[in-house]
């Protein structure tokens, strides 16, 4: 992928944090699904040759998303207030950060394929962050102690997304060889 579209790629993610985070924030969490949604079909409609291999990895992290999630949710690390619920026990519009959040994962985040233990460690860092920025626009309760389960959640997720897309890019790769034959 060209650079400009690498920028591109973190941009739309950037983008679609602020609007289901905000949506949620303000009773709209459809905001996000809409915006994860429209984002899907511009994406796969970009990436011909491995579209299907790209569907694989994002249904993979939605899988992902929603277990990790549900499990901080019935483990009492967070909770969703009313106004932002849109599902359960993670929400739908949670569900579709993983989504977009994979749709970077070998685009704009691609630098990090082989570095996992860097990977891991800014999923330590930054996935509270994000959480924690959502609990102070309103999205997310995220419950006293809660932080150092977040991080190893997040450590965990991240050495998962990429070993799924290491999985699906080496499909990719016996796909091609075997159309090559």
């Known amino acids: 992928m060209p650079k400009p579209a690498l920028v591109v ?23 996000g ?18 579209r ?12 992902l998303g929603f277990i990790v999630d549900s499990l901080l949710v019935v ?14 026990p993670s929400t739908v519009w949670m569900v579709s950060l993983w989504v977009m959040f994979a749709m970077t994962l ?8 082989g570095r996992h233990l860097v990977a891991v460690l800014l999923g330590a860092v930054f996935g509270p962050l994000a959480y924690w920025a959502g609990s102070r626009i309103g999205a997310i309760h995220i419950h006293d102690g809660a932080v150092p389960a977040i ?3 997040w450590a965990a997720s991240m050495a998962g997304l990429l070993a799924i897309e290491r ?5 990719v790769a016996a796909t091609t060889a075997r159309g090559s034959l």
Do not use: D
């Open 151 to 153: 991080a190893a959640a």
């Open 52 to 63: 299907f291999h790209e569907l694989l990895l994002v249904l993979a992290a939605a899988g």
């Open 9 to 31: 790629n973190f941009m739309l993610f950037q983008i679609g944090w602020v609007v289901s985070v905000v949506g949620a924030s303000r009773g709209n969490p459809a905001a």
């Open 75 to 88: 483990g009492g690390y967070i909770a969703f207030p009313a106004h932002a619920r849109l599902g359960s």
């Open 167 to 171: 999985l699906t890019r080496l499909s």
């Open 33 to 50: 699904v809409v915006y994860a949604a429209a984002w899907a079909l511009l994406h796969h409609w970009h990436i011909p040759g491995y």
């Open 106 to 113: 070998r685009h704009s985040l691609g630098w990090l394929r």
